[in-house]
């Protein structure tokens, strides 16, 4: 079974500064990891996701994530936050050849200070 | 495209009502989700179908609950009946599945709030 864990249900950074979503995983075979957007009212949206190309997966709006296996770990970054970026996040996994399922964390709402 | 588009987006019922929540994919999507997102318990998925017929729905909380895809552009998730703790936000996402990507990239609909009082 996969599973992901979520560090800080809550983030806050101020405009312009680094943004830093943490992510750990848990997985028996190579997973698939995701990382979704949810807007408020709004359903979720895919940022990027790494399917064991390349270990530094770069995917809208300037994120980015960094697949460490030693560590287990998929923390999204942005090197500076805009207050758009303002959204709860998402970390997912899921089991390659064939099992479709996504089980998501718990989410981190992030929160930008003007 | 439209998108996976669900209805209805707000839904106010009495503990004891059926609610039937609907939800039409992607065309061309081969698999179809339900998830139900609450503060307590977060993002769960209740059960996923792929060409209308289902595959997993372990996710499903008890009998009250059921889901059909009776076609591949319509599918209902159906409390009856309805208790105060399935208030909650009800997701469909739909997708192609890993064949062609390599991963399954859900596109979720704006989700469907329910409040039984």
């Known amino acids: 079974a996969q599973s992901v864990t979520q560090l800080g249900s809550h983030v806050s950074v101020s405009e312009g500064a680094l943004v830093l979503l943490r992510c750990n995983y848990s997985s028996s075979v190579p997973p698939y990891l995701f990382w979704y957007v949810q807007y408020p009212n709004q359903g979720l949206q895919l940022l990027l996701k790494y399917t064991s190309a390349a270990t530094l997966v770069k995917g809208i709006n300037g994120f980015e994530a960094e697949f460490k296996k030693s560590e287990t770990s998929f923390h999204l970054t942005k090197p500076s936050a805009h207050m758009s970026d303002a959204a709860e996040y998402f970390c997912a996994v899921s089991a390659p050849f064939g099992n479709e399922k996504l089980t998501f964390g718990t989410g981190t709402r992030l929160t930008i200070i003007p | 495209d439209a998108g996976v588009i669900q209805s209805p987006r707000h839904e106010v019922t009495e503990m004891g009502q059926e609610v039937t929540l609907r939800c039409k994919p992607i065309s061309g999507h081969d698999y179809l989700f339900w998830y139900r997102q609450t503060m307590m318990r977060g993002l769960e998925l209740l059960i996923y179908?792929?060409?209308?017929?289902?595959?997993?729905d372990s996710g499903m909380p008890e009998d009250r609950f059921s889901a059909k895809m009776p076609n591949a552009s319509f599918s209902t998730l159906k409390i009856q009946p309805s208790e105060p703790r399935d208030s909650a936000v009800y997701f469909c996402a739909s997708s192609l599945g890993q064949g062609l990507f390599g991963a399954n990239v859900l596109t979720f609909g704006a989700g469907s709030r329910l409040t039984v009082l």
């Open positions: 179908f792929n060409n209308n017929v289902p595959i997993d």
